[in-house]
T-cell receptor
Framework: AQSVTQLGSHVSVSEGALVLLRCNYSSSVPPYLFWYVQYPNQGLQLLLKYTTGATLVKGINGFEAEFKKSETSFHLTKPSAHMSDAAEYFCAVGKAAGNKLTFGGGTRVLVKP | DAGITQSPRYKITETGRQVTLMCHQTWSHSYMFWYRQDLGHGLRLIYYSAAADITDKGEVPDGYVVSRSKTENFPLTLESATRSQTSVYFC???????????FGNGTRLTVT
């Protein structure tokens, strides 16, 4: 069975500061890994994904994530937070990209001016 | 407009009533999914479908029924609504096993 743990349900950062959201997963097979973002009253949008190949993945809006197999982690970072980054972020794992993803509990990001 | 549309956007119903949430996508994606979102639980998969007339249970299927007679539609029915089914429901679709999910804007359901 797959599972995803996101450390911290809420994160507060200052505008311009580093954003770091942590995600650890368990999977019995090589995983597909994703980060999704949810803005208020909207559905989830894909930020980035790891399937195979390069372990450092770049996504939209300046976000990137690194797949570390030895640590079973897929942490999301952005060097400089912007007010528009305030949202909820979900890490997800699956055996295939479009098939039965398992989501973490989400991390809500607050950006302070 | 192309995309994935859920209706209604908001719904209040009473315990014991049947309610159907609609999902329509215009991409002709093969895969469609229903998730529920609850505080602290993230999103949990209720049912999914790999193609028309092919459906399968997810993590939390009890109390729900789905059908998929047409590729573009994937309605979710609560046969006899309970308060524990108060949640935000998201429909999603994907083109195939290696394609990401595309989500609708959700239906907020309250069962009184």
């Amino acid at each position: 069975a797959q599972s995803v743990t996101q450390l911290g349900s809420h994160v507060s950062v200052s505008e311009g500061a580093l954003v770091l959201l942590r995600c650890n997963y368990s999977s019995s097979v090589p995983p597909y890994l994703f980060w999704y973002v949810q803005y208020p009253n909207q559905g989830l949008q894909l930020l980035l994904k790891y399937t195979t190949g390069a372990t450092l993945v770049k996504g939209i809006n300046g976000f990137e994530a690194e797949f570390k197999k030895s640590e079973t982690s897929f942490h999301l970072t952005k060097p400089s937070a912007h007010m528009s980054d305030a949202a909820e972020y979900f890490c997800a794992v699956g055996k295939a990209a479009g098939n039965k993803l398992t989501f973490g509990g989400g991390t809500r990001v607050l950006v302070k001016p | 407009d192309a995309g994935i549309t859920q209706s209604p956007r908001y719904k209040i119903t009473e315990t014991g009533r049947q309610v159907t949430l609609m999902c329509h996508q215009t991409w002709s994606h093969s895969y469609m999914f229903w998730y529920r979102q609850d505080l602290g639980h993230g999103l949990r998969l209720i049912y999914y479908s790999a193609a028309a007339d092919i459906t399968d249970k997810g993590e939390v299927p009890d109390g729900y029924v789905v059908s998929r007679s047409k590729t573009e539609n994937f309605p979710l029915t609560l046969e006899s609504a309970t308060r524990s089914q108060t949640s935000v429901y998201f429909c999603a679709s994907s083109e195939g096993p290696d394609s990401p999910l595309h989500f609708g804007n959700g239906t907020r359901l309250t069962v009184t």
